[in-house]
Each structure stands twice: as structure tokens, then as C-alpha cells.
């Protein structure tokens, strides 16, 4: 799973002559890349919060709302070709990922990843829990109230996939966003920022994040915008934090490794999501 990364081994850079010194912005460099003079400091000089890049996952996040409608006919042939009670390998992949996007799990391991890095002296290991512990807490705050505000109401307990119930505090009208999904894509984009040396991670991390989410809808926990929606809540939770830090003065990684990012393209009979994950 993507929290894999955050007990890889570190590998020491070599010494090196003293070097100009870096922006005060590497963690954040890395899931935030080409900003524009505009947007890339606040008026006191500190890297800006939000960026206008950020604007494409918000997009994916409110767009998946609105493409409900339009993308019925699609979620509803989604869901008739899963199974109503996995068995055999269906069964295994869903409980996997039940397991893996656990928000107790995952946050009991950001949490011994903080703890286990400041006692073994491992700044990168200790840097990447707290991110992790930040962004999942943030994340999570933000998917509960999405979830009780839309009411959206579970492929397991209607073929509806437009229908809602506002206000709703009972979990079979808690499916968007998947809050599986945001937890797998938060903690891929931190452990990618956090260990851009370690050139294994994202070709772990964006796969793991990726059969979590696949996993919740093979279950009929979620339709396939829920998902869609909450990786990109997920990868933007983590944007936010890291820059947060560098604002700071907590840095991290200070390599230039290009940002996850989304893009909606219009296909027959709707519209699709394209995900571009950085392998390098």
C-alpha cells in the first residue's frame, strides 16, 4: 500500500561542497511545480497556500458532482457488471482494500512513521508521518463533511446512482467522496514528495492508491465518481499541507519531480477523467 513508503529505508546523500542555498519551498515543489510569478509567493514572500493549478483537481472534485447526471447511464453499466457478493479473488481485492484504505490503519502508521523517525533520528521517515498525520486528518475533515452535506446514497443499497439525501448521517447516504480513495491518493502524493530519491515509490505508491479505489467500487461501497473525486481530493489535501509547511519552515524533498494531475475530456456519451501520475 502506498504507506509502504514511509518505512523504505533512506538513503544518506554523499557529502557534497556547500551549495547556494535552495528555495524555501522544496517539499512543496515537488506536488507544485511551474507557478506562476502571480500565485508562487504571498506579499510577505512566503509560498503561496493555493495555487492556480490547484484549480484543475477542485475542478475534478466539484466536477464529479455535477457529472453525476450526465455519467449515469455509465455508473449504473459500472455497477452491473460487479458483483453483489464478491467470492474468490473479488473477494480478497475488496477486503484488501477495505484494509488499506482504512482511515485507523493508515493513521496508526502516519503516526508510528512520525513517532518511529524522531526516535531512530530519521528526519525523512519523521517528516513523511507528519505529513501524512496532517494531511489524513485535514482530508478526512473535509470528505465527513462532504459526505453528510451530499447524502449520496450507495451502489450496494440502490441502482441510483443520482440519488441523493442532503443532511444525511447514516452511512449507506455517505458514498461521496470515497474517503478510501482520498486516504490512498494523499499518502501516494506525500510518500512521491517526501522520498523523490527512492525512484521504486511512485511506481508502488500510484498503483496501490489506484487498486485501493478500484477495490471500492468492485464492492459496491462506491460509484466510480466517488472515487474519481475523492484522488483528487486526496493528491490536493496533500498540495495543501506540504506548501503549508513551507510556509513553515519545515522542509523536505528539493527535487523538481513533476505533480499528479487531472484532466476531463469529452467522450461518446459523456465525459472522462485522465490521471497523469509522475513515475520519475
Known amino acids: 500500500m502506498a504507506l509502504a513508503a514511509f518505512v523504505a529505508p533512506i538513503v544518506p546523500a554523499r557529502a557534497q561542497a556547500p551549495a547556494p542555498a535552495r528555495s524555501p519551498d522544496p517539499a ?4 507544485a511545480p ?10 510577505a514572500g512566503r509560498p503561496s497556500l493555493f495555487r492556480t493549478s490547484d484549480l484543475a483537481y477542485a475542478g475534478v472534485v466539484f466536477g464529479g458532482v455535477l457529472l453525476i ?6 455508473e449504473r453499466s459500472v455497477r452491473a457488471h460487479t458483483p453483489s457478493d464478491p467470492t474468490g479473488f473479488d473477494r480478497t481485492f475488496v477486503d484488501a482494500g477495505d484494509v488499506a484504505g482504512s ?13 518511529g523517525g524522531k526516535v531512530a533520528g530519521s528526519p525523512g521517515i519523521e517528516k513523511a508521518g507528519l505529513d501524512a498525520v496532517e494531511t489524513l ?26 440519488q441523493f439525501s442532503p443532511l444525511a448521517f447514516h452511512e449507506v447516504n455517505q458514498s461521496y467522496p470515497s474517503g478510501h480513495a482520498v486516504r ?33 467500487v468492485v464492492g459496491r461501497d462506491h460509484w466510480v465518481t466517488d472515487v474519481v473525486g475523492g484522488a483528487a481530493l486526496g493528491i490536493l489535501s496533500t498540495r495543501v499541507i506540504l506548501r503549508l509547511d513551507a510556509r ?14 487531472f484532466a476531463l475530456l469529452p467522450v461518446p456519451g459523456g465525459a472522462g477523467a485522465v490521471l497523469d501520475l509522475p513515475l520519475r
Do not use: C, H, M, N
Not at 447526471?69 to 455509465?74: K, N, T, Y
Open 28 to 31: 512543496a515543489a515537488a506536488l
Open 34 to 43: 511551474g507557478p506562476t510569478a502571480s500565485d508562487s509567493s504571498d506579499g
Open 69 to 74: 447526471e450526465p455519467l449515469e447511464g455509465f
Open 103 to 115: 482511515p485507523y490503519l493508515d493513521l496508526g502508521l502516519a503516526l508510528a512513521a512520525w513517532g
Open 137 to 162: 486528518v485535514a482530508a478526512d475533515a473535509v470528505v465527513l463533511g462532504g459526505k453528510i452535506l451530499l447524502g449520496r446514497r450507495r451502489p450496494y443499497a440502490t441502482s441510483d446512482p443520482d
Open 184 to 216: 490512498a491518493f494523499a499518502l501516494a502524493a506525500v510518500a512521491v514528495a517526501d522520498f523523490p530519491d527512492q525512484r521504486w515509490v511512485p511506481w508502488v505508491a500510484w498503483p496501490a492508491a489506484a487498486a485501493t479505489a478500484a477495490s471500492r
Open 248 to 261: 513553515r519552515g519545515r522542509g523536505g524533498s528539493s527535487s523538481g519531480r513533476r505533480a499528479p494531475s
